[in-house]
């Protein structure tokens, strides 16, 4: 069974512009979770979707965003970038996103904002 | 709000000894404790999950404990190989379905 695929692995953006990150979960993982890694913070949770629907959110400004298609595959939007958005961000895929399951990580897109 | 602390932050030993890494966590109101490994460079890979009415969980050379009242877990490492070196995180799923993370222990093992 494929992994969880992050698309890109890498990117670099100026400050001010917009990025939308793509996850495809594992097949048959319904509920697909991003995280943003620093070295400052560490992981924080951003949010979580489950059919197509955000069912949690961390708290990250407005600029960042998400959505998940029919397929369960979840896109992340940050706009207006700022240098403090430089930073690893996972997403995470598991069957229901319940406090029984494993969560299966992506390898992260890289993000650099200049 | 929950808090994920973990120590030692780094830790180096030779190979072949057995290790203990520590996570401790401030509300006892988890669903479930995970710990993770992540290499250098790459995505997390989940290692063992206890759900909260668990005591412990084994997989192969690792073991992880869970105690909810006193807010601890530790994972055990047996026979320690080069291999294992990474960054070990750990993190509970609180009440609010939200992993909330410790910040790793960076682990060397010397060959």
């Known amino acids: 069974k494929a992994g969880v695929t992050q698309t890109p692995r890498y990117l670099i953006k100026t400050r001010g512009q917009q990025v939308t990150l793509s996850c495809s979960p594992i097949?048959?993982?319904?509920?697909v979770s991003w995280y943003q890694q620093t070295p400052g913070q560490g992981l924080q949770f951003l949010f979580e979707y489950f059919s197509e629907t955000q069912r949690n959110k961390g708290n990250f400004p407005g600029r960042f965003s998400g959505r998940q298609f029919s397929n369960s595959r979840s896109e992340m939007n940050v706009s207006t970038l700022e240098l403090g958005d430089s930073a690893l961000y996972l997403c995470?895929?598991?069957?229901?996103?319940?406090?029984?399951?494993?969560?299966?990580f992506g390898p992260g897109t890289r993000l650099t904002v200049l | 709000k929950q808090e994920v602390t973990q120590i030692p932050a780094a830790l180096s030993v030779p190979e072949g000894e057995n290790l203990v890494l520590n996570c401790s966590f401030t509300d006892s109101a988890i669903y479930n404790l995970q710990w993770f490994r992540q290499d250098p460079g790459k995505g997390l890979t989940s290692l063992l999950l206890i759900q909260s009415s668990q005591r412990e969980q084994t997989s192969g050379r690792l073991n992880a404990s869970l105690d909810k009242s006193s807010g601890r877990s530790t994972l055990y490492i047996a026979a320690s190989q080069p291999g294992d070196s990474a960054t070990y995180l750990c993190a509970v799923y609180d009440s609010n379905y939200q992993l909330i993370w410790g910040a790793g222990t960076k682990l060397i093992i010397k060959p």
């Open positions: 995470a895929s598991s069957l229901a996103g319940t406090g029984t399951d494993t969560q299966y």
């Open positions: 097949s048959g993982h319904r509920s």
